[in-house]
């Protein structure tokens, strides 16, 4: 069964800086599609940035220049830079992977997974 976990979250300073890490455990075939959500407490889950299946990045404008997403080659761990880091980001971060990977009837089927979730605050 394939999963993701999550780890890095904590708080933070106003200004300081965090690196959320995603790692896909279990039988994978490929991954197609990375993302990075975030929920803040009384709001709706909202896109911090993504990697499409043909390689585009988008981050959302308020995360422009401060945040990068990242997957090394050959890892099924992809990776959330944060710096200088404001109090409206804090919220809890979600990854999610599109992966294909096999299924209880050994076909081969695509899959949306979401990461447990990790809280970031930032706060003095």
């Known amino acids: 069964q394939v999963q993701l976990v999550e780890s890095g979250g904590g708080l933070v300073q106003p200004g300081g800086s965090l690196r959320l890490s995603c790692a896909a455990s279990?039988?994978?075939?490929?991954?197609?599609?990375l993302g990075w959500y975030r929920q803040a407490s009384g709001k709706e889950r909202e896109l911090v940035t993504g990697i499409t299946s043909a390689g585009k990045i988008d981050y959302a404008d308020s995360v422009k220049g401060r945040f990068t997403i990242s997957r090394p080659i050959g890892e099924n761990t992809m990776y959330l830079q944060m710096n200088d880091l404001k109090p409206e980001d804090t919220a809890v971060y979600y990854c999610?992977?599109?992966?294909?990977?096999?299924?209880?009837?050994?076909?081969?089927?695509?899959?949306?997974?979401w990461g447990q979730g990790t809280l970031v605050t930032v706060s003095s």
């Open positions: 999610k992977m599109g992966v294909v990977a096999p299924a209880r009837d050994r076909s081969y089927k695509y899959f949306d997974l």
């Open positions: 279990g039988s994978i075939f490929s991954i197609n599609t």
